[in-house]
Structures are given as structure tokens and as C-alpha cells.
């Protein structure tokens, strides 16, 4: 079992920056991949990005390439999304997202077992 709880969300004009927080607890030590996703009232669910825990290698989804990064603080067993220049099309609820199955496609949302509640993030023009 693993217990994630997101934070840092906000409201943010056009421009701005937010560093979201995910907090992993219980069995951490299994966490092979943490992800980054995002879902707007009556959209689907999008992956954002990804960090495989072990080597430290990340992914993006195009939109977020070049403004969002993803990391780790192994001492805190947290996770980091900092984004920059935000747009409106970001505004969502995020959520981040524990995997413990080794492998590829790390944008792949059924490749993630344990999710948090999620932190809204509102980008205004």
C-alpha cells in the first residue's frame, strides 16, 4: 500500500509558476515510477509526466515539455512537478500517481496502481 497527497496547487496568472508536492508514504520502497496527471471538468484524464524512481530518467507529454519538471527528494519521500509559464489549457485538477510495476510507457495512466486526491491549479489570463 501507498498513501499519496498532493500540494502546492493555486491560482496563477498566465505566466506564472507552481511547484506541486507529492508526498509518498507505506510502502514506498516498492514505487517504481511516480506520475504527473492532470483531468479539467468533462475531459479525459492526461498524463503530464513521469520519473522512474530508480534511475531518474523523466518524460513529458508535449504540451509541458520545456516548462514543466519533474523530480524526486528521496530524503523526504517527495516528489516535485515545478511548472513555469503557465497557460490557461493547464488549468486542471493534478494528481500524481505511484507505480510499482517495472517497465516502459511511463506516460501510460493503467501502468499506475496508487493515486492521490489531487491539487487543483487554476491558471487565469
Known amino acids: 500500500q501507498v498513501e499519496l497527497v498532493e500540494s502546492g496547487g493555486g491560482s496563477v496568472q498566465t505566466g506564472g509558476s507552481l511547484r506541486l508536492s507529492c508526498a509518498a508514504s507505506?510502502?514506498?520502497?516498492?514505487?517504481?515510477?511516480l506520475g504527473w496527471f492532470r483531468q479539467a471538468p468533462g475531459k479525459e484524464r492526461e498524463a503530464v509526466a513521469a520519473i522512474y524512481t530508480r534511475g531518474g530518467d523523466t518524460y513529458y507529454t508535449d504540451s509541458v515539455k520545456g516548462r514543466f519538471t519533474v523530480s524526486q527528494d528521496d530524503a523526504g519521500n517527495t516528489r516535485y512537478l515545478q511548472m513555469n509559464d503557465l497557460k490557461p489549457e493547464d488549468t486542471a485538477m493534478y494528481y500524481c500517481a505511484a507505480g510499482v510495476i517495472a517497465g516502459m510507457a511511463p506516460l501510460a495512466s493503467e501502468k499506475y496502481k496508487y493515486w492521490g486526491q489531487g491539487t487543483q491549479v487554476t491558471v487565469s489570463q
Open positions: 507505506g510502502n514506498t520502497y516498492s514505487i517504481y515510477r
